[in-house]
């Protein structure tokens, strides 16, 4: 039976640590940090990532400021709002939720955040920065599922790990991550997508797996080995007429059928969710520390 990666729980160790270290600046009369999250539209799922952001920010004491756009904003339009956040001292760092709707253009909005105030680490030149392992904001869901192998110990040296999946956000930078010469890392990783030609055979070898994807229970047991460390980014609704909001979240891990057979795996939800959230945090608290 694997042991469980609680990311609920350490999430909520870490952000104690947060807390506390804002009690200080308090005391010694420093900026709080600043958090500002920016929505546009009304995707369900973005509006519920958002509000866990802003209360989580609450629970730590930084500030936060949501601003809310519909979702036919122009693309100038939003392009005002950002460069009215770059230029407000205040804000130590913001973040754009994704997607967009498709009359705007995510390249663009991404190139024109300041880089400095970029915590979910995005921008070309934070990802060029930790591609060449220089100091950065790491995006948050990777940077999320690299303190958690090192919080639990999880060797990955010399290790063989696969991702599943090439997003901007996730698979790419997760790859980056998990191959350079770190505490964590050092392993050989192989970037899978849809074109992969024997997915199975690869994840076969694996010694840890980071599903990204979306895509419901992609993931099955015979897909892995004994012993592997399961890591679950998926976040799916699927339609459950026994709960009361008409859905329940699984992960892109047949997590019944992988539990007994992996060493390690995250639950869905509870495990990379909350980490992402943790890391924002971090980050944030990091881009107000560079004021001080
Ligand atoms: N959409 C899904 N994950 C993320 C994230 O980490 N940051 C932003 N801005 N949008 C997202």
């Known amino acids: 039976m694997a042991q469980l990666l609680d990311g609920k729980q350490l999430s909520k160790t870490i952000q104690e640590e947060f807390k506390q270290e804002v009690q ?59 460069k009215e956040l770059n230029a407000n001292e205040e804000i130590d760092g913001y973040i754009v939720q994704l997607p967009l709707p498709k009359h705007i253009s995510e390249d663009r909005i991404n190139l024109a955040i300041e880089p400095d105030k970029d915590v979910d680490g995005f921008h070309p030149m934070n990802l060029g920065k930790m591609t060449l392992g220089l100091d950065t904001f790491i995006p948050a869901t990777p940077f999320g599922i690299m303190t958690m192998l090192d919080r639990y110990n999880i060797p990955t040296s010399g290790k063989n790990c696969v991702v599943i999946g090439r997003s901007n956000i996730v698979g790419t930078p997760m790859s980056i991550l998990l191959s350079r010469n770190n505490k964590v890392g050092n392993c050989t990783v192989t970037l899978t997508h849809s074109r992969t030609k024997d997915l199975k ?5 694996a010694d840890i797996i980071v599903a990204a994807i979306g895509r419901a229970n992609f993931l099955t047991a015979d897909m892995i080995k004994e012993g592997a460390v399961i890591i679950d980014v998926g976040i799916n609704r699927v339609d459950d ?12 891990v047949d997590f019944a059928a992988l539990e007994p057979k992996a060493s390690y795996i995250t639950p869905v939800p509870g495990g990379v969710g909350p980490m992402t959230v943790t890391s924002l945090l971090y980050n944030t608290l990091k881009a107000c520390k560079r004021k001080h």
């Open 241 to 252: 007429a026994s709960r009361k909001r008409g859905y329940r979240l699984v992960g892109d």
């Open 24 to 82: 200080e600046f308090n005391t010694k009369g420093l900026k709080i940090p600043h958090l500002a999250a920016v929505l546009v539209g009304d995707n369900p799922a973005s509006q519920s990532y958002i509000r866990n952001k802003i209360k989580s920010c609450e629970r730590v004491g930084f500030q936060s400021t949501l601003i809310k756009k519909e979702a036919d904003i122009t693309e100038e339009a939003l392009l005002e709002v950002i």
């Open 201 to 205: 055979a690869l994840t076969l070898e």
